[in-house]
């Protein structure tokens, strides 16, 4: 397994489907979404197909949010993304990012587990889900 950054005309399609039967979500809403991405690291299986991504943006100089982290079901609970966790905090470093945010949805509690082990604290909860947070 391997990372690398987005080419959109390779991986969009991909993504897309991704994140539309993972979340469920409007495929016009996500497209939307990669759009306004800072950047979309993806991560590839060694046989090069596409198994996860991570999409974020700045909201400010040097905080991030993360707005989208999937992993295909096929390879969910079988450590992908904690992989590559030390790789992804070394990367946003050097990007000079000293914090990272995002939302976890109150549907996605495992979700809000995982970023816990990965040094992410809530920040606060709505009846929607949390929002929660790290230092870089």
Known sequence: ??????IPSADDSTLINLAVNTFNVNSTMFKETLKNSKEVIVICNNDDDVVGFLCYRFILRNIVY??????????QGKGVAQSFLPDMI?????????????????????????????????IMTSS???LIGRKI
């Open 1 to 6: 397994m391997y990372l690398r950054k987005r």
């Open 66 to 75: 993360i707005d989208y982290v999937v992993i295909d079901p096929d390879y």
């Open 90 to 122: 070394q990367y946003a470093r050097n990007l000079g990012v000293k914090g990272a945010s995002g939302f976890v949805s109150r549907k996605n509690s495992k979700a809000l587990e995982i970023f816990k082990k990965w040094g992410f604290q809530p």
């Open 128 to 130: 929607k889900g949390t």
